[in-house]
């Protein structure tokens, strides 16, 4: 299937931004619209149409609209709730890059998203002033060649898809030409949200060099995949490219053994293995969406009772400092 490159730039830019119109859309409640501009001040509300289109009208409960719908209890700010509560800023070794664990490393190219997620632990992240492709990416890169014990450099942001094509094939051939890199790994929520954006372009500069390239998609709930999504992960699979799904466990969107269930299993169907499921980073302004650890624990063994190994998700915590995500076990 040919997919039109510049599709996917159309559906960005045409993204719901106005609360007033998402709840129109949706037929919810009109008090629901100045909660929402309260807290959309502090982050904006931000989300594609074919995201819209997967949720229910009428539902202000709905999961899909959870994670987006800004709320005024983000505005309350709570102790232990931080603006950087993984420790991002002290990590970065020059703008934008992050080493905080063994031989890999996390590039920051972009503060922007197709879909701003309330729950977002980067919400607060200065990025104007992180900035790593500032200079044509020289410090970073730089930085890489004089590290050789890294062998895997993540693009991450924000979302490093909403980038074109045209700049990261430059980047991914920047990276390919640094001897001791191994493996090139996309941190992208895109394939979910914005499934036009896996184009022959995306596909032709992930697979175009000699870096092994790994994907990790962001679903939370199995109601994301659509037809549209699906047909997204499968391109990225008829490439060759090895995916993987990391989730974030959140209150109220898929805080249930079946849901958690149902989305590793249409996850598999489409080819993509459940890789973690994250506790929450205590980020203010999304306390309400804090699911207690005992529950995390209760709900990953029902998963194991219930489903093949592999399709059960690592339960993980991220805490700043440490050397990699922390597992989260049974005591
Ligand atoms: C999560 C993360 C990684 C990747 O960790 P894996 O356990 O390899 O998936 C790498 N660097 C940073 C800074 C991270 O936050
Ligand atoms: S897509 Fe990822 S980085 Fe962007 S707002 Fe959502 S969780 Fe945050």
């Known amino acids: 299937m040919i997919t039109r490159s510049e599709d996917w730039k159309n559906a960005l830019a045409d993204a719901v931004r106005d609360p007033a119109e998402l709840i129109e859309l949706l037929d919810l409640p009109r008090e629901l619209v100045e909660a929402a501009r309260r807290a959309a001040i502090a982050f904006p509300l931000r989300v594609p149409r074919g995201f819209i289109a997967r949720m229910e009208p009428g539902n202000p409960a709905d999961p899909l609209l959870r994670q987006i719908l800004p709320l005024d209890a983000e505005n309350t700010p709570l102790a232990g709730y931080t603006t950087d509560p993984v420790g991002d800023r002290s990590a970065a070794v020059v703008p934008g890059l992050l080493h905080k664990y063994h031989g890999r490393v996390l590039l920051a190219i972009t503060g922007a998203c197709a879909v701003n997620c309330r729950y977002c632990f980067r919400r607060h992240f200065p990025y104007s002033a992180e900035n790593p492709a500032r200079g044509d990416w020289q410090e970073a890169l730089s930085y890489l060649r004089k590290h050789e014990e890294v062998n895997e450099v993540i693009l991450s942001g924000g979302d490093p898809l909403v980038y074109d094509d045209e700049h990261l094939a430059g980047l991914a051939q920047r990276l390919a030409d640094i001897p001791h890199l191994k493996t090139l790994r996309i941190h992208s929520r ?30 939370n709930h199995p109601a994301e995949l659509n037809y549209e999504a699906n ?51 205590r980020v203010q302004g999304a306390a309400h969406f804090e699911v207690p650890e005992a529950h995390a624990i209760e709900l990953i063994a029902i998963l194991r009772a219930r489903l093949s190994g592999y399709l059960v998700p690592r339960l993980v915590r991220e805490i700043a400092g440490a050397p990699g995500k922390i597992p989260i076990t049974e005591v």
């Not at 032709?204 to 679903?219: E, F, I, K, S, Y």
């Open 190 to 219: 895109l394939p979910i949200v914005l499934p036009e954006r896996v184009n022959d372009a995306l596909l032709a500069w992930l697979t175009g060099n000699r870096l092994q390239p790994v994907v990790v998609v962001h679903a």
């Open 231 to 281: 047909a997204a992960l499968e391109r990225l699979k008829s490439a060759g490219i090895p995916l993987l799904n990391q989730t974030v466990l959140l209150k109220g969107v898929n805080d249930h053994p079946d849901s958690l269930a149902e989305l590793s299993g249409e996850l598999f169907a489409a080819g993509v293995m459940p890789y973690y499921l994250h506790l929450l980073d």
